[in-house]
């Protein structure tokens, strides 16, 4: 499997935090990145957060042309 493509906002906020795409992170993001869907299953903590929501986040900023509005709600 390719590595995935990081968004350079991405790429330098892990790397201010020191912080390497665990596998399965880079495995969620390259599927994501071919438009596959699944689930992701790791323990708590492991990371789950950052494989689902951070490619989202970066396409989303790439196709920003007046800026980006996120939303999170409760359920």
């Given at each position: 499997?390719?590595?995935?493509?990081?968004?350079?906002?991405?790429?330098?906020?892990?790397?201010?935090?020191?912080?390497?795409?665990?596998?399965?992170?880079?495995?969620?993001w390259?599927?994501?990145?071919?438009?596959?869907?699944?689930?992701?299953?790791?323990?708590?903590?492991?990371?789950?957060t950052?494989?689902?929501y951070?490619?989202?986040?970066?396409?989303?900023?790439?196709?920003?042309?007046?800026?980006?509005?996120?939303?999170?709600?409760?359920?």
């Open positions: 499997m390719k590595n995935p493509k990081i968004d350079p906002l991405i790429e330098n906020w892990l790397a201010s935090k020191n912080w390497k795409l665990l596998p399965f992170q880079q495995e969620a390259q599927r994501y990145q071919e438009g596959k869907s699944g689930l992701i299953s790791v323990p708590t903590g492991a990371g789950k950052y494989a689902a951070l490619p989202a986040l970066a396409e989303l900023h790439s196709h920003a042309e007046k800026g980006l509005q996120i939303f999170i709600s409760p359920p």
